[in-house]
């Protein structure tokens, strides 16, 4: 795994064009959703490696706490769905038959293998064209691992990429006596992000954890909200009060096609004039639903919708398109 992970950060040489450092909060950005993971497994270094060569703008990392309030950099609050859990530790699943990260210290996790996203319940693979589940040594990390593979692939390339970590079910870790955003903000505030110069974006969906971050914990971050539904954001007005941005899922932006051209919502006109950036997700080539090309759904989302950026999980196919 180590030739792998060398390989990747070998292509980093292939692009000419690489990123100054500049801020790209005003531009319209990519945002390598779970790194590479159209390519890779999710949330590996090896994914984030490989997005970090495609010159994104920015690449996410979803945190969850470990036992040891370690932040874990992971999609869910569970494990069984992208790694070997079930079989390493078979009898600490809770009740409802799911492994839990909370249950589990970093030094634990670290003896994990991660795969590709599967069912645990049949064992079946998402993403079926994907990197074959099984294969390969992957491992879980830390946020902190995290960051110092990113700053110092920027540092090593002369890039400014940046992160764009979401806090993860904020009550759950409550009701679990953790205190994830305390946790995560001293990390980043300890690598220098700490206000919305410093190419940092931080998400969550959580509308009421998310104020509490701008107003009690007084971050000056860049805070998006993220949304599910329309109703989600049918206040907007009052989300504008605390947040820079909003992260609906594509489909609360567009309506119906009328004559073969699509009609949209007035999410994002409304967020707009609000002051707010919609940075929708998620765009991936092999899952396209609603439209007929992937190169369909990224000209009508990000040239005719104007929305201003995208998470995606093939990061070189948007920075690709939004070049030419």
């Avoid at 690449?59 to 609050?77: G, R, T």
């Avoid at 795969?115 to 064209?129: A, D, S």
Wanted: net charge negative.
């Amino acid at each position: 795994m180590k030739s792998i992970l060398l390989f990747l950060i070998g292509l980093l040489s292939i692009s000419s064009n690489s990123q100054k450092k500049e801020s790209y909060m005003n531009t319209k950005i990519v945002i390598a959703h779970r790194g590479a993971s159209g390519y890779l497994p999710e949330h590996t270094l090896e994914s984030k490696a490989m997005a970090h060569a495609m010159n994104p703008h920015f690449i996410e990392q979803d945190l969850v706490l470990s036992k040891d309030d370690v932040p874990i950099v992971i999609h869910d609050v569970y494990l069984d769905d992208v790694t070997d859990v079930a079989t390493k530790f078979p009898n600490r699943n809770r009740k409802d038959n799911r492994f839990y990260v909370i249950d589990f210290t970093f030094d634990e996790l670290k003896t994990l293998q991660v795969t590709e996203r599967f069912n645990p319940e049949t064992g079946v693979q998402v993403y079926p064209k994907r990197f074959p589940k099984g294969k390969g040594n992957f491992k879980l990390h830390s946020l902190q691992e995290e960051l110092e593979l990113i700053q110092g692939l920027n540092a090593a390339t002369n890039k400014n990429i940046g992160i764009y970590p979401e806090i993860k079910a904020p009550d759950f870790h409550k009701k679990e006596g953790k205190n994830l955003t305390e946790i995560v903000l001293k990390i980043l505030s300890y690598f220098g992000y700490k206000t919305k110069k410093d190419n940092c974006i931080l998400q969550c969906f959580d509308a009421i954890e998310l104020e509490r971050i701008r107003v009690e914990l007084k971050s000056e971050l860049f805070l998006v909200q993220l949304t599910e539904f329309l109703e989600d954001v049918k206040n907007l007005e009052h989300i504008a009060t605390f947040a820079d941005g909003i992260g609906p899922w594509y489909t609360q932006i567009i309506d119906k096609k009328v004559n073969g051209k699509w009609q949209f919502t007035s999410l994002v006109s409304d967020a707009h004039k609000l002051g707010l950036k919609v940075h929708p997700y998620t765009f991936r080539a092999d899952s396209f639903d609603g439209f007929s090309s992937f190169e369909e759904m990224m000209k009508t989302l990000l040239i005719d919708a104007n929305v201003d950026g995208a998470f995606t999980d093939f990061p070189d196919l948007v920075v690709h398109f939004l070049k030419e």
